[in-house]
Every structure is written in C-alpha cells, then in structure tokens.
C-alpha cells in the first residue's frame, strides 16, 4: 500500500479512482460515479482539490463537463475493458488523451495524459502540408503561364520569321541558276522542318488550342501527340457543353496537365492498346478521366499507404492527388488487376473567389 500511494502520489500525469455506486452496476450512470482519490497531479491540472472531489459523484464535481470524461468511465466500468478518448478539457485548458481501465471491485482508474503540444505539432504539420499542396498548384499555374508566354513569343517572333524566310527561298527557287536548284531544295526542305519543330515544341510548351478553344480539342490533340506515336488507340468521350458548364482556365489548365502525366503513365507502365479520355460537365463540377485496358493496379493498392509510392507511377498519382486538392479536385482509382484502370479527376467548375487566379 505505501509503494501504490508513492507511486499515485509521484506520478506526473493526473490520475483519479472512481467507484460505482452499490446496486447501480447493471444500470451504471455518470450521476452514480464517485471520486476515491486523485493524486496531487489531477489537482494541479484540474485545479481542484482532493478534499473537495473525494465521496462527491463525477457530475457533481463536474456539472457542465464534455460527455466524452464521464461516458469512458460508464464505458469502462459496464464493458469491464480498458476505454479511450481525447478532445479538448475545458478544466484543464489542454487537449487531454484519458485513458480508463477497470479495478476489482467495482472501480475504474483514469490516467490523463497532456497532448496538446503533439497536437499543436499534428496541425502545424497540417498546415505545412496545405501549404505545400498549395504551392505546387500555384506552381503548375505559374509554369503554365510561363509556358505560354514562351510560346506566344516562339509563335509571334520565330514562327513568323520562318514562314517569311520559306516564302522568300520559294520566290528564289524560281530565279536561280539550274545549278543552284538542289542546294535551294534543300535549304526549303530545311526551313520546313523548322517549322514543323517550332509548331511541336510551342505545342508542347503550351498548346494554344487548351485556352483558344477549349480542354476537349486540347486533350484529343495531346492523346495523338503522345498515344498514337506509340500504337495505341484512343477515343475521347463527352458529356455536357462549356457553354452550358464553364469551367475556370485555372481548373483547365489544371486537368490538362495532370491528364498529359495520367497518359504518360499509361505509356510508361500500363502496356494498354486502347485509351479512352473522358470528360463530363455538369452543374458546378467537370469530370476527366483516363481509362485503359492495360494491366492495371495491384490489387492490394492503397495510394494513401503504399509502400512503392516512391516507384515513379505511384507517385505521379500522389502528386497528381495533391495538386488537385487545393482546388477543391479529387481522384479516384478504379482498376482491376489485368485488366485495366480508370483515374478520375473530378474539380469544381468555379474557383473560390481570389484562389489561385
């Protein structure tokens, strides 16, 4: 007995002893829970003292305390098993975890442990987190911004150039010495391919179509870029008009880029032939998705616990989650093991006012 009181009485998390009130224990209530002793530690956390509680019930000594303290001592002492709980102590000023398991006969022991310095981390951490999943949208906002500049500038100063300087070597074609013909053949073929490389590489900085004309014809151009160079057939599927459901160039530009790494990934890993893009708007909200007949998901694939996440494919999908996030966008997985997968972008079709223009 002398070690327990030792042990109670030194122990730095507070500790109280409850019993039942005799005959309630098949009805046990918080109104039939008494004090048997706190330790010097429940008293300076509570601000209470041992005098005061000892004898008194739970609910006379606390008349407007959150359910949650008294419900784990009903729950402990009826269930005869150790009970736990945390939230906010409006008596101790701190976010408390407490901790009941039962004592013969009839009692319960409550240990509090003070965690409001881990869960001050936990939503620091959250925060960081936020913050970081905001920065990487506002990232592939700004890149994309960028991306267009440069490809305005490629288009206006470059491109224009080039389509001058081919006309110039045409009208010359036809002045020239015989002679001189093959190498002014040449020289056009030359320009021509520049050309062609200035357009691809504008497109892939930027494609003007994505702000020009819309993400569907944005999407379908990208899947014959990337897809059909490689054998694999596509289709794009849509379901209501951006006449009809408006979408922000934000959420667009969005989509566009996390599909353009959703077929990457399809040609990377997936070994599909067929590739079905789709896009469906409706009110307040667009949908894409990329579904392929490829060999699909483990069955076993949880992006939130995946021990492979760093492979490159799982954490493209990550990525793609966290970019989405921010604008309200999330993403699902549907696969079957051999049989393909379909990832589903879904955002609303409005920013919030402010965010991320």
Known sequence: MIVYRMLFARTFDPIALYRVEEGSHRSITADR?????????????????????????????????????????????????????EGNSKEAGSFLEAIAFPLPPAMAAVIFLDKTKLKDADEALDRKKNELRNLATQLTLTEESTRRAIAT????????????????IRELREKVRPALEAEMAALEANTEKMIRESRSLIFELSPPILKEVGINPALESLADNLLTPHGIKWELRAKGTMADFWADDAVCVIL?????????NVIKHSGATRVTIIVNR?????????????????????????????????????????????????????????????VAMSCPLKLKEGEFK
């Open 256 to 264: 566009y880029r996390m599909a353009r790494e959703l077929l990457i």
């Open 33 to 85: 829970v008494f004090f048997v002793d706190v330790n010097p530690s429940y008293e300076r956390v509570m601000k209470v003292r041992r005098r005061d509680v000892i004898g008194r019930s739970f609910l006379d000594v606390w008349p407007i305390s959150e359910p949650r303290w008294s419900q784990i001592i009903v729950d402990c002492l009826r269930l005869g098993h150790s009970v736990h709980c």
């Open 282 to 342: 409706g009110p307040g909200k667009i949908m894409v998705a990329v579904e392929d007949n490829g060999r699909g998901f483990p069955e076993d694939f949880d992006l939130d616990h995946n021990e492979e996440r760093k492979e490159t494919k799982s954490f493209g999908l990550f990525s793609i989650r966290e970019r989405l996030e921010p604008i309200g966008g999330t993403l699902k997985i549907v696969s079957i093991p051999g049989k393909g997968a379909t």
């Open 153 to 168: 500038d490629l288009h206006d100063r470059i491109g224009y150039d080039l389509v001058s300087q081919l006309h110039k």
